[in-house]
């Protein structure tokens, strides 16, 4: 708690969209800044990365999004401020080649500046017409409630999308038939296993079936 002697404040916004509020008290002192979390700030990983505000540490806490790799090998995504470097992966085709979608869940979903919006869409029309767009990136609902209700569909970069623990909106990503395979793996490999997932509840064919059943609709929609 500070206590101005002249009761003089300065407001400062800067061109990344910082807001800090600083007192003068002899100095300027600063009582009041925003964002606070490491992942706040705009775009912070990069282009189609995801920011986890949990992660222990700036390198661990940007990962790239399904069906994108790290442009560079010998860099770490979260290396530097703002330097995440994700590219799709190469070689892969996501062009009416086999391609689908994996479900990220619980996210601040990406910049929307640019996105396209119907609200006369289910999410499962809203899937088909990503699907039959080859520059569509991913998709969501516009709403949720329902079972989902409207259709925001994203072409290009993925930029500014960060993980909640608890709230946040899922986030269908689009990859290519390779990563997708390799995720229809993976989740099966965790069940075989009974491995914990990460809140603890070990992953049975119940979870399973709820896994795979948004990425066997893809397949049978292609």
């Not at 061109?15 to 800044?33: A, L, M, P, R, T």
């Not at 479900?103 to 809203?126: F, G, I, Q």
């Not at 569909?153 to 899922?170: A, E, I, K, P, Y």
Request: proline share 3%; with cysteine.
């Amino acid at each position: 708690m500070y206590v101005l002697s002249t009761g003089i404040i300065r407001v400062v916004i800067d061109e990344s969209g910082s807001f800090q509020v600083f007192g003068w008290n002899d100095q300027w002192v600063k009582f009041y800044s925003y964002p606070t979390g490491w992942c706040d700030p705009y775009g912070r990983c990069g282009p189609n990365t995801n920011c986890d505000p949990a992660a222990k540490d700036f390198k661990s806490a940007c990962t790239c999004l399904p069906g994108f790799e790290s442009k560079s090998p010998s860099l770490s995504v979260g290396e530097g401020e703002g330097e995440g470097r994700c590219i799709r992966k190469v070689g892969a085709s996501t062009c009416q080649n086999g391609e689908g979608f994996v479900k990220v869940a619980r996210v601040k979903l990406p910049d929307s500046s640019t996105a396209r919006v119907n609200l006369n869409m289910s999410l499962e029309e809203c899937k088909q017409k990503c699907l039959m767009a080859c520059s569509c990136t991913a998709y969501t609902s516009a709403d949720e409630r329902g079972g989902g209700i409207g259709c925001v569909t994203w072409h290009g970069d993925l930029m500014d999308t960060s993980t909640f623990s608890d709230v946040g909106q899922n986030l269908y990503v689009r990859v290519d038939a390779t990563s997708l395979g390799t995720f229809f793996m993976f989740i099966i490999a965790r069940a075989k296993c009974g491995r914990l997932n990460k809140y603890g509840k070990v992953v049975n064919s119940e979870y399973l079936t709820s896994r795979l059943a948004h990425i066997s609709v893809n397949f049978k929609g292609m």
